[in-house]
């Protein structure tokens, strides 16, 4: 989990980003911000919805906006109607003065429960209409996991809600959150129309500066009474590169590690030294490059690959990376933004070097590979017992683990011997190079099979 913007004294971390970007919304242009995975924009975009947080920054011009955060992962339903239900509610929400408006709260009922299609985006003009007549404040609506109704949603809402800031532009203001920029999400329909009210405010949200991980750092040791100094702060932002979620889960294992020392650690390095084996394990740190690499278009993981391997890299792709702050510049040289993230690219480029002279499984793409080339396709059986043996490597899987991982377990009484045999067989023809003589699906008499990888 990333770690809160707040912190125990009432301020705030990514204060460049927050005074930035308040400062295009009260010239009333919308703003666009992309991040990859888990990267805080989220976190951030709440902090901005904060009435405090415009208070703090713009004094009293602050009382003329009202903010108003809308996660979209309330959405009753991905439909324009759930879109336009969840905006309405989440201004009655947002103001005690909006939520006994008459005029909106009777806009809102009738989006919810309409005679006919044509009432729901006529509901919602006239529901925006009224709040913003009622509040007598410029509006800012922040639609926050914005990526899935932006794909998916019929384009005549965004073509609404440009006509709607076309129309109150000194009033009404949009900000979005998205993992990739709103024009490569849904490029080339009637949405570039939406698109182009944020085409000169791109923000791309960058990881954490040190100085925002030396404090959440010191916070954290606060809060759970660990006795933090400032090579511990060095060595995290060193292996996290400032990534929210990553910082989060070393702050956890190097606190864990500071509490089972008997006495205080006069070697601090050699402590840090000796985490680093567990960082590299850890399941939640692999998570958070897990879900970075994900989102990553194929073209982009082929750089980072050609990049980790010393091969040339397409530039166009690398100065993408760039500018989405995954790479970073040190010495004239690009390099992934964080340790971790590094030992996991190294990671991949080792299983893919270690495919050539042997069998693998490719879980992410669904590919079976003999000696570096994909074998004839598997049918959803085979691949099936292919994963289950791959997942067991070494060890030896029954044949009632098979029946149970391959059809499932209601067909324990159903699948024979002679049946799971054939299916051994079939995916010996495809995967052995010799299938009256198996050198990786073996037969381990009387118990079951197992996977020689090599």
Known sequence: MSPTLRLPDGSYMRHTDVQRILSYLYAMRCVEMTGFSNLGKSSLMRLLAQPDVWLREL?????????????????????????????????????????????????????????????????????????????????????????????????????????????????????????????????????????????????????????????YVQSYASLNNINFIQTDADFIFQWTGGHPGMVGGVCHLLSDALRKEETETRDRWALQRALVPNLRRAPTLRDESDKIWHGLEAEEQVALMALTSGNPADPVMLDRLRQSHLLIEIEGELTPFSRLFTDYLQQKQTKV??????????????????????????????????????????????????????????????????????????????????????????????????????
């Open 59 to 215: 004094g009293e011009s602050a009382s003329d906006f009202l903010p108003v955060y809308i996660d979209c992962n309330r959405m009753l339903e991905m439909t324009d109607q759930g879109f336009y239900e969840l905006v309405l509610r989440c201004l009655q929400e947002s103001s005690a003065i909006l939520a006994e408006d008459q005029e909106l709260v009777s806009a809102y009922d009738t989006l919810i429960a309409p005679s006919s299609e044509f009432q729901v985006p006529l509901s919602f003009s006239r529901g925006l209409t009224a709040a913003l007549s009622a509040c007598q404040s410029k509006l800012v609506l922040f639609f926050d996991e914005f990526d899935e109704p932006f794909q998916q949603i019929d384009s005549r809402v965004f073509l609404n809600l440009r006509a709607k800031k076309d129309r109150h532009g000194s009033t009404l203001v949009y900000m979005t959150a998205t993992v990739r920029a709103l024009s490569e999400l849904r490029p080339g329909d009637h949405c570039s129309e939406f698109c182009e009210l944020f085409v000169h405010q791109p923000w791309r949200l960058a990881p954490l500066t040190f100085s925002d991980v030396e404090r």
């Open 353 to 454: 070097n270690e495919r050539v002279e042997r069998l693998w499984v490719d879980t992410d793409s669904g590919e079976v590979l003999v000696n570096g080339k994909a074998v004839d396709t598997l049918t959803r059986l085979e691949y099936q017992l292919m994963r289950l043996l791959f997942e067991n490597t070494e060890k030896i899987v029954d044949k009632y683990q098979i029946v149970s991982g391959v059809w499932g377990d209601d067909y324990i009484d159903e699948v024979d011997d002679a049946r799971i045999e054939k299916l051994v067989s079939r995916l010996r023809q495809k995967v052995e190079p010799d299938p009256s003589t198996p050198r990786f699906v073996t037969t381990v008499r009387g118990r079951g099979y197992r996977l020689v990888l090599t």
